[in-house]
C-alpha cells in the first residue's frame, strides 16, 4: 500500500486588472476500487466561495466566481492519497478476446469512448500512422494495446512545449515531438480506429529515485485507460512506456483533455496573461499525518500577500478571454 501528498500550486498573473474571474478545476483525486482519496483542499487567493459538484463521469469538479478587480489569481490543490497495490497485467488473453470485447461493448454504455472526440479526431497523418504501426484487429486486443503502447513511446519523442494546449494531434504525429497530452490523444484515436473503447486520464505521476520516467515530474501527467474483457479499465502510459500502476494518480477521466483540463475558465478585462504552474508529489508507506503542511515555495508568501493587495485602479469591462492549463 502506497500513500501519496500532492500539492498542485497555480498562478495566473495579469498585466493588467481584471474585474472578474470564473474558474473550473478539476485537481481533487478520484476514489475507486485501487485508489482512495483521504483529504481534498483547495485555496484560492482573492479569497471566494467555492463549490463543488461530480460530473457525469464520476471526477470531482471545483468552481468559483472573483467579481472584484485583480491583478492574479493563486489556486492551490492539496491532497493525501492512498493507493492499492495492483495485480500485474497479463501480456495477452484467450484467443476469443476480439469477440468478448465486442460483447462487452454490445452490453454497456461505452459509445462516448469510441466516437471521434475534440482531440482524439481521426485524420490522414492518424491514419497514415495507423498503417505504419499496424494499428487492425489481430492477435488479441491487449497484446495489440501493449505494442501500441511500446510504438508510440518508440515513435515520440518527448520535447516540453513542443506543442500547444490545443495543438491537434498531427502537429506530433508529423514532428514526432510531443507532450504526454500529444501519446495520449494519438493512442486513444488510434484504439477508436479499431474499436477499442479508450479514455483520457488526467493526473499524477510519482518519480521515486529509482524511477527514469522521461516525463516531466514537477508538472501534471497524462495517460490512457483502454477497455479490455475480463480486466476492465486498464491504464497505459505510452510516454514512458508503462502500465499505469499504484504511481499513477487519477484526477479525472474524459474523451480527451477538452473534457479535464486542471483549470478552466474565463476572466473579465483587456491584458497579457500569465501562467505558473508547480506540482509537488511525495510518497511514503504509512500515512501521512493529516494535518500535516507540505513544504511551501519560498514564494507562495509574497504570491499570496500580492494577491489580497488592492489593485492600483480599476479597469472597465472590455472582452472575455479564456484559459488553460496544459499538461
Known sequence: MNFYSIRHLTRFRYSQPISESIMETRMHPRSDSSQHCLTYSLSVSPRCRVFTYRDH??????????PGDHTQLVIIAESVVEQQVLPDVPSFLAPEAWGALDELIDSGDYWEMLL???FA?????????????????????????????????????YVPKSTRVDSPIDEAIVSGKGVCQDFAHTMIALLRHVGIPARYVSGYLYRGLEDHDRSTPDATHAWVDVLLPHLGWVGFDPTNNLVAHHRHIRTAVGRDYADVPPTHGIFRGNT??????????EASD???????????????SVLVEHAQQAPERSLPVIDLQQMQQQQ
Open 286 to 300: 504509512q500515512p501521512p499525518a493529516l494535518d500535516k503542511k507540505l513544504p511551501i515555495p519560498d514564494n507562495w
Open 121 to 157: 479526431a481521426k485524420t490522414p497523418a492518424l491514419t497514415l500512422l495507423a498503417s505504419q504501426l499496424d494499428v487492425v484487429r489481430r492477435d488479441d486486443p491487449l497484446m495489440l494495446v501493449h505494442e501500441l503502447n511500446h510504438r508510440l513511446f518508440e515513435y515520440f519523442e
Open 57 to 66: 463521469l464520476g471526477n470531482n469538479v471545483q468552481h468559483f466566481d472573483i
Open 116 to 118: 471521434p472526440s475534440t
Open 272 to 281: 497579457e496573461s500569465e501562467l505558473y504552474v508547480a506540482v509537488q508529489v
